[in-house]
C-alpha cells in the first residue's frame, strides 16, 4: 500500500507493462479514434467508418493477442493490478472475436431499423475494453473496474432503441438490478480487502489459507460476491432480470450480451474464486453447487414455456451457465480448461443462433417468435441449415463443439466427485431438447399459408457471420483437441501461484 | 478401409441432398451399392481364426483425454456391418423416384447408415458415442418430415426423447468409464482390462443399460416404438428397424458386458435383464395378437422377437450370446421383409386392416407365396433362419434358469398364432362379403418384378441362414475384446 510509493518506474517498464496489456490498448485507441471521428465526419460517412474503425481495432487486438500467445507471454504488469498472461490472452482473443462478430451484425441491424449507427459501434468496444479489463484483472480494483466499464456501456446500448418502450424497459431494468448486483460485489470485495489487507489477487492467493476458513469477514465476502457473480453470468435464482432485460434490448446487443457478458462474468469467477480464494474452495463451492443445480433445472423448465425466442435464448443460457458452473466447481487444471473451451464453443452456437433471428428483423420490429421462423429452411436455405446446426450444437449433439464442451465439463466434473451435478446436468438436458427442437419444427415445417410477418430485407452481413459462426461450431466439435489446448494453457495462470 | 465405410455413405449423403430428384436416386443407389460391395470385401477377407480387431485403424484424436480415432471390426460386428449396408442398400432402393423431396429423404438416409456403420466399428467409448448420439439426428429428421399418420412430429418427438434419456445417461456412464478405470482412456480393449471397482461397475452398468434398453427396446422402456413405426415411412423403416435396434444389443455386448463385468452391489442383477426380456417377448407376442393394424402388428412382434435377443445376451453363456447375434441378423432380416410386405399391401388394397383384408391371393400369387416364406420364417420354422436364433437362445437360457426358457416359448407358441391367422386371413379366407366390400374395386394386381428382386436377397438369406449358420457363427470366436462368456 504505502510500498507503491518508493517504487522507481523506469521507461523500460512502462512499455513492458503497456505491451502486457496491448490487446486492451488496441481497443481502447479505436474507441477513442471513434470517438473522434463520429464528431468530425460528414452525417453520412459516420456509421459506415466507425464500423470499419472498430473492425480494424478488434481484428489488431486478436492479431496482437494471438502474437503473444505463440511467442511467449509475460505475467503480470502495472504492480500486479493487471496481467498478460495466458488466462488473459485466451479471453482477449475471444472478446475481439464476439466483438468483430458483433459489429458486424449491429452494423446491417441498425440500417434495417433506422437507428443510428456510429454510438452503438463504440459502446460495444466499451464494453470490450471492460471486459479485456476483466480478464486480464491481477486485483480485485481492475476486477470492478472492468466490471463497471462493461456494465455502463451495456446499460446504454440496451436502450439504445430509445423510441420504442421494451428497450427502455430492459435499460432501467439492466441499470437497477445490475447496479444492485455491483453493489453486492464491491460490498464483498470491502469485507475481503479487510479480512486480508491486500487487493491483489496473488496476494490474497497467499494470505488466504484454508485456515481462514472460519473468518466471517472472508465468508461474507465470499458470500457477497458469490451473489454479485451469480447476478452477473444470469445463474438462478439471480437470473430474473435476463428475459426481461434480453428481450427488450435491439437484437445485436442481446446477442452480444447473452455471450460475452457471460464469458466476461466467468473469467472474473475463475479468477476470484477459484484463483484468489482457491483456499477457501469448500465455502464457496456450496454457494455455486446450489446455484448451478438450480440454474439448470429453473433455466431448462422455464425455457419450455416461452413463446419469444429471445426469452426462450435468455433461459437457455441461465441453464448453460449452470452447466459451466460445473466444471468451475470442478476446478483445476482441467475443469478450468473445460470451460474456457465451453465459453469458447458457446460465443459460436449462441451468437450464431441470435444472429439467425436479428435477420428477421425489419423497420416494424424483431421477429422472435416462434412463428416467425416458420419454412426458414425453405425462404432461405443456408439459414436454416445453420439455424440447426445451431441448436443441435446447443442441444448437445455430436459432432458439434457443444457435445463436446459438455463432454470436458462433465468429465472434470465427475472426476472432482461431482457426479450428482452431471447427472443432474444430463437430465435437465434432455429437457432442453424439447425447445431446441422446437426451434427445429418451426425451422422446417412447410411454408405458411399467411404471409410471413418478416420477409428478408437486405442481410449480407450478419449472413456472413452466421456462416462464420455455424462453421466454428461444426469444426471446431472434431478439432476439439486443439482448443482443449489452447484452454488448458489459459488454466494454467489459475494454478500456478498455489 | 474402415473409415471409407462410414465416410463413404456420410460424403455420399451430403452430396446426394443437393442434387436434383432423379439424379440423387441414382447417385445414393450407387453409394449404397458401392458400401455393400465395400462391407462385403471386408466380410470375405475377414480371418475368423485372428484374435482381436482386423482392419484397425487408429489416430490419436484428443490426446489430453486419451481419446483416439480407433476402428476395427471383430467377429461380432462384421456381419452387423454387411447387414447395415445390405438394408440401407434396399432402404435406398425401395425409395421411389416420385416420393416428396427425395433427394434430402434418400441423403438423410445414407447419414443415418453412415452413423450406424460408424458405431459398429468405433473401438473407442467416446467415438461409439459420437456415432450413437450422430445417428439420431438423420433419423429425427426423417421420422418427423416424411412421416406419416397424424403426428409425424409427436412420434418422431418421443423416439428423440426416449433415446436421449437413455443415451444422456450413458454419456455420463461414457465419462465414468474415462475417471474411474484406472486406465484412463476411452479404448475399449483397454477399458476391458482394468475395469473399475464392482461397486462403481453397478453404477455404470446401469447407465449404460439404460441406453442400450431404450434403443433395443426392452420393457418397459418401448412405448416410443409402435408410434415411431406406426408413422415411419417404409424405406426409412426398413433401416430404423432392421437395424437401428440392433445397435442397442451391438451396445450391450461390445461395451456394457465387457466393460462391466462383474457389477454387484445390493442384489443379484443377473436376473433383472433376462426377467424383462422374457415379459417383452410375452408382452410384445400379446399385443401384437390383439391388433388390427398390420404395421402394428409386425411392430409389437417385433419388440417380441428383440426380448429373445435380450435373453440371449444375458443367458452369459456361448449359446446364449452366439444365438443372439444370430437373432439380430435373422430379426434385421424378417423385420424389413415384413414391413416391405405391409407396404405393398397397402399400396394394392389401401388398407392395413386385418378385418378387411381377406382372399388376396387369388389376385396376387406370388405375393403370398413370398409373405408364407417370410411368415414361416418369422414364426420359426426349424429349416428357415429365426429358428436357429431362437433355439440358441432358449438354449443358453435353459443353461442359466429353465423357467426362463420355458417362459421364452410363451413367444414362440404365440408367434404362429398371430403370424398364421394374420397370414391365413388376408390371403385365403374366401371373400364372402356383400359386393360392396370394402376390399372390392382395388388395384389387385400381382408384384412387380422390381418388386419381387427387392425382396428376393432376403428371402435367400432366409435360408442361407437357416440351413447355414455356421457363416456367421464360425467368425464369432475373432473378438476383438473379450465378450463376457470367455471369463463367465
Redesign the interface.
Known sequence: MIAAAQVTYTAAQAWSDLAQIGPIVAVTVALLVAVVVDLLLPRGLRGPVVTVIAIVGLVSALAIAAYRLVNGYGGPAYFRFVSGDAFALFFEMLFALIGVLAVIVSSSYVRRRGLYEAELQVLTLAAIVGMMSLAAAGSLVTVFLGLELLSIALYVSCGYNRIELPSQESAAKYLIIGGFASAFVLYGMALIYGATGTTVLSDIATRVTSDSAGNPLLLLGVLLMGVGFAFKVSAAPFHMWTPDVYQGAPLPVTAFMSVATKAAAFAMILRVFNYGLGHLGPEWQVLLAFTAAASMVVGNLMAIVQASLKRMLAYSGVAHAGYILVGVLAGGRAGVAAVLFYLFGYVFMNFGAFAVVSTLSGPAGDGDLYEDLNGLAYRNPTLGVLMSVFMLSLAGFPPMVGFFGKVFLFTAGISAGWTWLVVLAVLTSVVSVYYYFRVLFHVWSPLPEAPVRFAFGPVRGPVTVVLLAGVFAVALGPLSGFLLQVGLNGAAPLLSGR | MLSAIWILPALGGLIVCFLPRGAARVGAILVALAELALTLVVAATFDASHHGYQYAEQA??????N?SYHLGVDGLSVWLLVLNALIGALAVLATPAAWPRASAFLGLMLLMESGMAGVFLSVDL?LF??FW??M??PA??LL??WGEGERP?YAA?KF??FT??GS??M??GV??E??FSSAHTFDLPALAAQPPSPAIQFGLFALFAAAFAVKIPVWPLHSWLPDAYMSAPTPFLLLLAGVMGKTGAYGMLRVLLPLNPHPVNWWDWNWVLPVLAVIGIAWGALLALAQRDLKALVAYSSISHMGFIVLGIFALNAQGQEGALVQMLNHGIIVPALFLIVAWIYARTGSRDRSVLTGLAPAMPVLAGVFLVVTMAALGLPGLNSFVGEFMTLLGAWQLSPWLAVAGCIGLILAPIYMLRLFQGAMYTEVAGPPDHPAEGVVRKDMARGELALIAPLLALMFVLGLYPYLVVHALPALGQGMQVLHW
Open positions: 490419436s484424436w484428443i490426446a489430453q483425454f481419446v467416446l458415442y459420437v448420439e450422430a439420431l439426428i429425427y429428421f418427423w418430415l412430429n418427438l428423440v426423447l436421449l434419456v444422456l445417461l454419456l455420463v465419462l465414468g474415462y475417471v
